[in-house]
T-cell receptor
Framework: EPEVTQTPSHQVTQMGQEVILRCVPI?????FYWYRQILGQKVEFLVS????????KSEIFDDQFSVERPDGSNFTLKIRSTKLEDSAMYFC??????????????FGPGTRLTVT | AQTVTQSQPEMSVQEAETVTLSCTYD???????LFWYKQPPSRQMILVIR??????QNATENRFSVNFQKAAKSFSLKISDSQLGDAAMYFC?????????????FGEGTQLTVNP
C-alpha cells in the first residue's frame, strides 16, 4: 500500500537556524497538510496545500513558516528562524484521491524537531 | 469553530476485557466525518475507524466499534477483547465535509493502558 514518507526522522537544530522538513506525498493525492504535536499535547493543524497554493492555515502558521512543492513531488515545510517552542513532532498528511471520496488523511511517520 | 473534547486523559483495561473511550464535539455543521486515531510510542498516527455523519449505522472494524450519537454530538470508541498491542494514545478527530480538503481537529487524547 502506498504511504507518505518524511525526512529526516529526527532533526536537531540551534535556535535561530532555518530548517526544512520534507514529505513525499502519495502520488495521486490532491491535498497536503502539515500538523505538529508538542510532546504530551494534542495534534494541531498548521497548514493545508492544494493546487500549488495554501488553502487554509492556522494561527500557529505565522510568517516564520512557509510551505512549497518545489519539484512536483516533495512537499516541504520551512521554519525560517527556529525558536525553542518549535520543538515538536511534525506530521505530513495527504488526502485523496478524489475517486475514494476525499475522506481519509494518510499520515507520514513524522519528523521530530529538537531546537536547542 | 469546531472543538473536540476527550474527558478521559487516561484509561486502563485488563487484557481480553472491553473498554470505551469517550469523545464529544461541538459543531454547527451537519455534514462531517469523525475519526479515531491510535498513536503508539513510535508516535505514528494510525487510523482506527471512521464514521460519516450522514450514516446512522455505527462503524465497526473487527474489535473496534463506535457509538455515534449525532444529536448528543458524542462519538465513543469501544475496544473489545483488548490486547496488549492496543496500548497507545487514542485521539478523536473531526473533519468538515462542507469544505473540501478541510483540516482535522483533534481532541486532547486518551492514554490507554492494557494490563496483562
Amino acid at each position: 500500500e502506498p504511504e507518505v514518507t518524511q525526512t529526516p526522522s529526527h532533526q536537531v537544530t540551534q535556535m535561530g537556524q532555518e530548517v526544512i522538513l520534507r514529505c513525499v506525498p502519495i502520488s495521486n493525492h490532491l491535498y497536503f497538510y502539515w500538523y505538529r504535536q508538542i510532546l504530551g499535547q494534542k495534534v494541531e493543524f498548521l497548514v493545508s496545500f492544494y493546487n500549488n497554493e495554501i488553502s487554509e492555515k492556522s494561527e500557529i502558521f505565522d510568517d516564520q513558516f512557509s510551505v512549497e512543492r518545489p519539484d512536483g513531488s516533495n512537499f516541504t515545510l520551512k521554519i525560517r528562524s527556529t525558536k525553542l517552542e518549535d520543538s515538536a513532532m511534525y506530521f505530513c498528511a495527504t488526502l485523496g484521491p478524489r475517486d475514494r471520496g476525499l475522506i481519509e488523511q494518510y499520515f507520514g511517520p513524522g519528523t521530530r524537531l529538537t531546537v536547542t | 469553530a469546531q472543538t473536540v473534547t476527550q474527558s478521559q486523559p487516561e484509561m486502563s483495561v485488563q487484557e481480553a476485557e472491553t473498554v470505551t473511550l469517550s469523545c464529544t464535539y461541538d459543531t454547527s455543521e451537519s455534514d462531517y466525518y469523525l475519526f479515531w486515531y491510535k498513536q503508539p510510542p513510535s508516535r505514528q498516527m494510525i487510523l482506527v475507524i471512521r464514521q460519516e455523519a450522514y450514516k446512522q449505522q455505527n462503524a465497526t472494524e473487527n474489535r473496534f466499534s463506535v457509538n455515534f450519537q449525532k444529536a448528543a454530538k458524542s462519538f465513543s470508541l469501544k475496544i473489545s477483547d483488548s490486547q496488549l498491542g492496543d496500548a497507545a494514545m487514542y485521539f478523536c478527530a473531526y473533519r468538515s465535509e462542507e469544505t473540501s480538503g478541510s483540516r482535522l481537529t483533534f481532541g486532547e487524547g486518551t492514554q490507554l493502558t492494557v494490563n496483562p
